[in-house]
């Protein structure tokens, strides 16, 4: 009886993770099937075909999009990243006074609804008479990022042993070359991660995107968007599936270079 309902139990956990993984894959899988579509319509499925990917690089309007989501992206993040660290830095290593003030003003972007912050963004750069374009869109990026970084980073400093800083600095190392040699090497991954989480929401983003950008700076999120009032070629699903197997496989390769890493570190120990 017991190995009846255990074998129940697994069926039924089955087709729970399946539907799961079809509610979340389809999509993207219908996206990929439709970029091989002879119709230009993309309605249903006529035949098979690889012309849009020729196609695709003709769309000038759409890449120069994607390059822009690119710039901006890449810019955002690095910004992100060096601001966002040094504030994490400097707010786990020193106490003053206001630290929780700016620790909770932190969450703010993080909590307020993006049209909120996309209005409020607007009229800064209005204000400021900052132009409307790729550096407005950069600046706009940017603020939403940092908080991620800062929090990401926290993580990593919640378990550092400031003694290990101390040994380095009993040894004769200034505070910059143990920031660099001893202090970043450790919290290298909770950097590089906030960096990617940063990058992943900026080529994301729409809302933000759409009241800081200005004529010739269109990203391709707000291309796309344009483009559903027309209806979405079969190039813009060719641009989507290349960008798709391109991420998957630096997801692959990142996680054999983990999993090489990982043996050759346990190999070495058991040496």
């Known amino acids: 009886m017991k190995g009846k309902k255990k074998a129940s139990g697994k069926v039924v956990s089955g087709i729970y993770n399946l539907l799961v993984y079809a509610f979340l894959y389809l999509p993207i899988g219908v996206v990929i099937l439709f970029s091989f579509n002879t119709s230009k319509r993309n309605i249903v499925m006529e035949g098979f075909t690889l012309e849009w990917y020729g196609k695709l690089f003709e769309n000038e309007p759409l890449l120069q999009a994607y390059g822009n989501t690119l710039i901006v992206g890449l810019c955002s993040t690095l910004i992100a990243t060096i601001i966002g660290t040094l504030a994490s830095y400097g707010m786990s290593k020193?106490?003053?006074?206001?630290?929780?003030?700016?620790?909770?003003?932190?969450?703010?972007?993080?909590?307020?609804?993006?049209?909120?912050?996309?209005?409020?963004?607007?009229?800064?750069?209005?204000?400021?008479?900052?132009?409307?374009?790729?550096?407005?869109?950069?600046?706009?990026?940017?603020?939403?990022?940092?908080?991620?970084?800062?929090?990401?980073?926290?993580?990593?400093?919640?378990?550092?042993d400031k003694s290990v800083e101390e040994a380095a600095m009993?040894?004769?190392?200034?505070?910059?070359?143990?920031?660099?040699?001893?202090?970043?090497?450790?919290?290298?991954?909770?950097?590089?991660?906030?960096?990617?989480?940063?990058?992943?929401?900026?080529?994301?983003?729409?809302?933000?995107?759409?009241?800081?950008?200005?004529?010739?700076?269109?990203?391709?999120?707000?291309?796309?968007?344009?483009?559903t009032k027309t209806g979405i070629t079969p190039d813009v699903y060719a641009l989507s599936t290349i960008v798709l197997i391109v991420t998957v496989t630096l997801v692959i390769a990142a996680q054999r270079d983990t999993k090489n890493s990982k043996y050759k570190k346990n190999k070495a120990t058991t040496l």
């Open 94 to 160: 020193f106490k003053f006074r206001g630290k929780s003030i700016i620790d909770t003003l932190l969450y703010i972007p993080v909590v307020i609804p993006e049209i909120v912050l996309g209005i409020s963004l607007l009229a800064i750069f209005n204000l400021s008479r900052i132009p409307m374009g790729l550096i407005s869109l950069v600046i706009a990026h940017a603020t939403f990022c940092i908080p991620f970084v800062v929090f990401t980073v926290n993580a990593r400093f919640a378990g550092f």
């Open 170 to 227: 009993d040894l004769g190392a200034g505070r910059i070359k143990t920031f660099f040699t001893v202090t970043l090497p450790i919290i290298l991954p909770g950097v590089i991660s906030g960096a990617f989480l940063s990058f992943t929401l900026s080529i994301d983003d729409i809302i933000i995107s759409f009241f800081t950008t200005g004529p010739g700076s269109n990203t391709y999120p707000l291309k796309v968007m344009e483009l």
